[in-house]
């Protein structure tokens, strides 16, 4: 069984950037699938970018295009966010699954992962 661990959040002023990160620890395929996602409050969570660890292709959103980057190093997936806005705020959580379908080259969606970290808070300020 896979765990994750998601850290690095915190409250920043609109146009900041912060970097979070996700532990992966346990067992998980080499041909896994590890997604960010987010939630703003009262709306629905969110697939942002995945990283496919067969061979390290990413997928993202093209809402973050430009502004968010996923990537890896060693048993941590890092989401890196610069030119953050105030709708950025809210819970960001990253998932893993070994089954999702095309090897992670889409938008990551919720129902696809059985695996989730406990979240990390971002607050962008205006």
């Known amino acids: 069984q896979v765990q994750l661990a998601e850290s690095g959040g915190g409250s920043v002023e609109t146009g900041g950037s912060l970097r979070l990160s996700c532990a992966v620890s346990?067992?998980?395929?080499?041909?896994?699938?590890i997604a960010w996602f987010h939630q703003a409050p009262g709306k629905e969570r969110e697939g942002l970018l995945g990283?496919?660890?067969?061979?390290?292709s990413t997928y993202h959103n093209p809402s973050v295009a430009g502004r968010f980057i996923i990537s890896e190093g060693g048993d941590i997936v890092y989401l890196q966010m610069n030119g953050l806005k105030p709708e950025d705020s809210g819970m960001y959580y990253c998932?893993?699954?070994?089954?999702?379908?095309?090897?992670?080259?889409?938008?990551?969606?919720?129902?696809?992962?059985?695996?989730w970290g406990q979240g990390t808070q971002v607050t962008v300020s205006s």
């Open positions: 990283i496919y660890t067969g061979d390290g």
């Open positions: 998932a893993a699954d070994s089954s999702v379908p095309l090897g992670c080259r889409h938008v990551p969606h919720p129902i696809e992962f059985r695996n």
């Open positions: 346990g067992y998980i395929s080499r041909s896994a699938c």
